[in-house]
């Protein structure tokens, strides 16, 4: 059986972070670990956000709007880091 769970953008980017805290994706929880990686892949994707991967570990994000973040990566984008080297 399958559970469908509604939250807000607020509260599935903290569960995300959460998950990301305890490694999830390598735990019973990794189908709602990915699962809320591709929410954030495609809100990233709807506010046009652009990804550069730093050589210090962090990654320098930026949005259509100039907004700029940056941060350590997450496991998933240390991921698709490594498949592009």
């Known amino acids: 059986m399958k559970v469908a769970i ?4 607020l509260e599935s980017g903290f ?3 959460k998950l990301e805290e305890i490694s999830a994706w390598d735990t019973p ?3 709602i ?3 809320l990686v591709e929410v954030k892949k495609g ?3 709807d506010a046009g956000v ?4 730093m050589p210090n570990g962090m990654v ?3 949005d259509r709007d100039g907004r700029i973040v940056v941060r350590e990566l997450m496991y998933w984008e240390n991921k698709i ?3 592009n080297l």
């Open 6 to 9: 509604t939250m807000s953008v």
């Open 15 to 17: 569960l995300l972070a």
């Open 29 to 31: 929880l990794a189908g």
């Open 33 to 35: 670990y990915w699962q």
């Open 43 to 45: 809100m990233e994707k």
């Open 50 to 53: 652009k990804k550069t991967f």
């Open 60 to 62: 320098h994000m930026k």
């Open 81 to 83: 880091k490594e498949a």
